[in-house]
């Protein structure tokens, strides 16, 4: 289907705003700019967002899900054609009947809008220079970084739209972006690149979190102590083509890119492709020079796989953790039932290792009684206040950062594990049934290089949804017994006991019990 | 029933069968390309992590091993 782009000259007309959304007509494509009180919080294409009406040309744009919250009150909205900035309606509106002045704000007061994945955020067009400057600095910063790790990076996607179109950040944009293109030109060795690009970052002090074999975020810690992070996309040229995550895939030459050029950012000069118009063609197409604050990438599936493919695939259910621990829950003051049954049966000298330990609370509990403790999760949020509180209490309880879906990071992590000789006690509450199978062979092999030297590993999952509480609240899917224990065997495992339990009812709220299996194995 | 139809209902098992074969071929293709990280995670491996420990001794391997494991 050919897609229809905003064109100049639209006619938008019939507007009407209710708590369902924002309703126009217009029979060309628009981009449109909602504004409360006059502060712009959200931008839309009339057509593409929205759904068609019984009458002709007319578009309803259903309200984001993320503002839903905030509409409650009194505003003057406006709305905007984008382009041109005429304004086609204007009025006091009010929502469910609120008599206060509807502001979107975060807990501190500071202004939000939506950006064009209609996240809330902070975006430029409220912030002042002096809220800008630690971002430019954080550019230099990284770029620095990247330029000592051998890595010529220069400003990306809507940074670099901003430097050219503006000479600075675009009003509606939240974050700057970086990328660089390898020399490399095999998806093998441009990884192989990125892992030493982060290792040196790491050596320098940077804090790194990778998204994928070829993109990672670089940590800044501003000086009020706000971390903010910059995105670092990887490329490499191939067979003619410019390949670039987040995500390009165009015919290109090399040297469309490098040597580098340079482009002025809020007065400050940044490295930028050596052609930025070909470079932000292949971006945003050649309508770049047109502002589109909810212009969403148009990326063809075939690329979307490639990227997929050769690159992706770490990060399975790792928003869903991410949102999980956002709020940096402490741990639990009890611990599971499963450390309790554990550690009922174990020397309370053998060190134990509990993989996926969340929020740390049986690692603490553990260390709290003289057991050395380790645990690993891939979320470093989950356990950061446990770590916190062990380092001030001086029991023995270590964290790290630990990523099934990295064959590295299971290796290096059971290597690192492994080279404390003795025997170990292995924990893996609640984690066969909330990963992938993937991951689940990468656990067991973690836990085999772990007992090496013997010991036993523990595992608990969900076998029987019950009332679905309990699934809901472990983020849990049901997996068979016999599913895990085939895998277990499959390397090397023994398996030597497997109970079923039925979850006592206060644990769960419905009449269908939950029930769970506890399986033991070991690598004698 | 019209002769257009007669040969579509003809043609459909194969349109069928083919697009069972490009399901399967992508599938087989991404399977391919998953390859890569795994060539570029085990050489990363040998080369910066397995080498440096079968040269070091006993302190310097566990300090190759903190190392490697917070470079991730």
């Known amino acids: 289907m050919r897609r229809l782009f905003p064109r100049p000259g639209a006619q938008v007309s019939s507007v009407s705003v209710d708590a369902e959304g924002i309703t126009a007509r217009s029979r060309r494509e628009v981009v449109l700019d909602v504004s409360f009180d006059g502060r712009r919080i959200h931008s839309f294409w009339l057509h593409r967002d929205g759904r068609r009406t019984s009458v002709p040309h007319t578009w309803l744009v259903p309200w984001p899900q993320s503002l839903q919250r905030f509409l409650s009150g009194t505003t003057r909205l406006s709305l905007t054609v984008h382009e041109t900035q005429q304004v086609v309606f204007e009025e006091e509106v009010t929502f469910r009947d609120g008599t206060d002045r509807i502001a979107v704000v975060n807990a501190a007061g500071q202004p939000l809008s939506l950006d064009k994945s209609l996240r809330l955020v902070q975006t430029f067009d409220t912030r002042s220079e002096q809220h800008v400057r630690p971002l430019l600095d954080a550019i230099d910063h990284v770029l620095t970084g990247l330029d000592r790790a051998g890595i010529q990076a220069f400003l990306a996607y809507g940074t670099l739209l901003g430097a050219v179109r503006d000479g600075g950040l675009i009003g509606h944009d939240s974050d700057a972006d970086l990328g660089y293109v390898s020399k490399h030109e095999h998806p093998v060795d441009a990884i192989r690149e990125s892992f030493h690009v982060q290792r040196a970052l790491v050596e320098m002090g940077y804090r790194i979190t990778r998204y994928s074999a070829l993109a990672f975020k670089v940590d800044v810690v501003e000086s009020d102590g706000v971390v903010r992070g910059l995105d670092v996309f990887g490329g490499f040229m191939r067979d003619g083509y410019l390949h670039l995550m987040g995500e390009i895939r165009t015919p290109f030459k090399r040297e469309w890119v490098t040597p580098l050029g340079t482009a002025s950012l809020e007065g400050r000069a940044f490295p930028v492709p050596a052609d930025t118009d070909r470079f932000l063609a292949a971006t945003y197409g050649k309508s770049w020079r047109v502002p589109d604050p909810a212009f969403h990438f148009a990326t063809p599936r075939s690329t979307h796989r490639r990227f997929d493919g050769w690159f992706r695939g770490i990060r399975v259910r790792r928003p869903l953790w991410d949102r999980v621990y956002a709020r940096r829950p402490g741990p639990a003051a009890e611990p599971s039932e499963l450390a309790r049954w554990a550690a009922s049966r174990e020397d309370p000298a053998t060190p134990v290792v509990d993989l996926g330990c969340g929020t740390g609370t049986d690692v603490l509990w553990f260390a709290r009684q003289g057991t050395p403790a380790t645990g690993l999760d891939f979320v470093r949020k989950g356990f950061e206040r446990a770590e916190a509180e062990a380092t001030a209490e001086g029991v023995d309880a270590r964290f790290l950062v630990c990523n099934l879906l990295e064959l590295r990071s299971v290796l290096g992590t059971g290597a690192l594990l492994a080279a404390d000789r003795g025997p170990r006690v292995v924990l893996a509450r609640h984690l066969a049934d909330g990963v992938s199978r993937r991951a689940r062979l990468n656990a067991w092999r973690l836990a085999r290089m772990v007992l090496h030297d013997g010991g036993r590993l523990y595992v608990e999952f969900l076998v029987q949804r019950g009332d679905g509480d309990l699934a809901k609240r472990q983020k849990a899917q049901v997996r068979t017994s016999r599913m895990i224990a085939r895998e277990l065997r499959s390397l090397g495992a023994t398996i030597v006991e497997r109970d079923v339990v039925r979850l006592p009812s206060g644990d769960r709220t419905g009449r269908s019990p939950a029930k769970i299996c506890r399986m033991v194995a070991t690598w004698e | ?72």
């Open chain 2, 1 to 72: 029933m019209g002769m257009k139809s007669i040969v579509g209902r003809l043609k459909a098992p194969a349109t069928n069968d083919l697009r069972k074969r490009v399901a399967a071929l992508e599938a087989e293709v991404q399977e391919c390309r998953q390859l890569n990280l795994r060539l570029a995670e085990l050489t990363d491996i040998v080369t910066d992590l397995l080498v440096p420990l079968s040269r070091g001794d006993e302190a310097a391997l566990r300090e190759t091993l903190v190392k490697y494991q917070e470079s991730l």
